[in-house]
């Protein structure tokens, strides 16, 4: 079965300093891989997504991701953080059934300090 | 475009009473699924269902019933509801494939006392 765990329930980094989000995934085949951003009381968006065509992912507000086969793993990055980018971040995989469900890690809170 | 709209947004409920959680989505997604997101456990699976007439259980089923008569329509049911069900509902759809991108609601958020 397919599975994803996320290092760190939060993070706090400075406005304009790196982010990095950490996940690893555990799959015996190639995984399909996501991570999803969710703002205070909303529901989730997508921020990117792996398919296999290219192993460094770029996502919406200047975040991407790279799969790293050898590590399994796939963190989040931002070369500098914004004060907008305060929200929870979620790193998911697709099951490899037919039902094409999504497996989500536990989340990790990012706060970003002025 | 609405996308997935989930009501009501927040309930009260006291122990043992029943209710109806709504979810549409106006993307003609054959797929549609709901989740509960509690604190430190991420979003887990409750139901889901991958087309009218098909629905099957997720990570979490015990205490919830689904039903898909349409396709737009997947409403979640708490028959005799309880403390531990205070949580954060969501209702995603998605297209076909394993790659695709699912939509959530905003959320409907139950207190059970």
């Known amino acids: 079965a397919q599975s994803v765990t996320q290092l760190g329930s939060h993070v706090s980094v400075s406005e304009g300093a790196l982010v990095l989000l950490r996940c690893n995934y555990s799959s015996s085949v190639p995984p399909y891989l996501f991570w999803y951003v969710q703002y205070p009381n909303q529901g989730l968006q997508l921020l990117l997504k792996?398919?296999?065509?290219?192993?460094l992912v770029k996502g919406i507000n200047g975040f991407e991701a790279e799969f790293k086969k050898s590590e399994t793993s796939f963190h989040l990055t931002k070369p500098s953080a914004h004060m907008s980018d305060a929200a929870e971040y979620f790193c998911?995989?697709?099951?490899?059934?037919?039902?094409?469900?999504?497996?989500f890690g536990t989340g990790t809170r990012l706060t970003v300090i002025p | 475009n609405a996308g997935v709209t989930q009501t009501p947004k927040f309930q009260v409920l006291k122990t043992g009473q029943s209710m109806t959680l709504q979810c549409a989505q106006d993307?003609?997604?054959?797929?549609m699924s709901w989740y509960r997101q509690d604190p430190g456990m991420g979003l887990r699976l409750i139901h889901y269902s991958v087309g009218a007439g098909i629905t099957d259980q997720g990570e979490v089923p015990n205490g919830y019933n689904v039903s898909r008569s349409t396709t737009e329509d997947f409403p979640l049911r708490l028959l005799s509801a309880a403390p531990s069900q205070t949580s954060v509902y969501f209702c995603?759809?998605?297209?076909?494939?394993?790659?695709?991108?699912?939509?959530f609601g905003q959320g409907t958020r139950l207190t059970v006392v």
């Open positions: 998911a995989v697709s099951d490899w059934s037919g039902a094409n469900n999504l497996f």
């Open positions: 995603a759809s998605k297209g076909n494939g394993k790659n695709t991108e699912a939509f």
């Open positions: 993307m003609n997604h054959e797929y």
């Open positions: 792996y398919t296999s065509a290219a192993t």
